[in-house]
């Protein structure tokens, strides 16, 4: 395996956040809900632009979201419906080149992994955190020890992986701020900033490459 692409998920092969969005459809019904989802994004948006420390992001978020596993099951079905144009292709075609192909995500496993399955990701081929949930299926929590649960966690897994697999190089590809960390940090050798569904400026300004689109990706991807 001569090159690793580590697609980040959220914003990058889906066109949502995915814990904002599960957070959405289950405060649908709440008083204050409409309330409560504005501040998760408002959060979201934080950290994704490094204004926030991952950790302390994903903290607060679990504990505005309220989510319990009769929330998330829906959810994570729909998200599947929410691939962004054209990166099942971009994957596919990748993949025929013989390039190892692998999604790294800040996001929940729970939620994302009907929508991984659909773009042809293998259970082996995918890194993101996990929820922890009480007797009563309540989400209390998340893996503390899962590397992608703290800043700096993409530099490690993405480095792992080179290991492993004795790939060559690894390129990066993605929305955010820890993306972009994973290049930074000298784990992934390359990385391009996405922008297709959202163009974060402090990432874009950093970014060695950047794709606003899909296709400008294939292209950077020499796919």
């Known amino acids: 395996m ?15 956040e995915s814990l904002d969005f599960a957070v959405a459809r289950a405060l649908k019904a709440a008083p204050d809900g409409s309330q409560r ?16 420390d991952f950790r302390a992001s994903l903290e607060q ?37 013989g390039h190892g192909v692998f999604a790294v995500s800040g996001g929940f496993l729970e939620l994302l992994g009907p929508a991984l399955a659909t773009l042809g990701f ?35 897994v993405v480095r792992a992986l080179k290991s492993r697999t004795g790939a060559g190089s690894a390129v990066m590809v993605g929305d955010g701020m820890t993306d972009y960390e994973a290049f930074a940090d000298g784990a992934a050798d390359a990385f391009i900033g996405f922008g297709g569904v959202v163009a974060r400026e402090p990432v874009r300004a950093r970014a060695p490459a950047w794709a606003g689109d899909v296709d400008a990706l294939a292209k950077l991807l020499g796919a």
């Open 2 to 16: 001569s090159r690793l692409i580590v697609f980040d998920v959220d914003s990058t092969l889906l066109q949502v």
């Open 37 to 52: 989802a504005q501040r998760l994004s408002a959060i979201t948006d934080k950290g994704m632009a490094g204004a926030l």
């Open 61 to 97: 978020r679990i504990a505005i979201a309220g989510l319990t596993r009769h929330d998330i099951m829906p959810a994570s079905v729909a998200l599947a419906d929410l691939i962004t144009p054209g990166m099942d292709a971009l994957t596919e075609a990748l993949r025929a080149k």
């Open 122 to 156: 293998m259970p082996d081929d995918v890194r993101a955190n996990r929820f922890t949930f009480d007797d009563t299926g309540a989400v209390t929590g998340f893996d503390r020890d899962n590397p992608l649960s703290r800043s700096g966690g993409k530099a490690e």
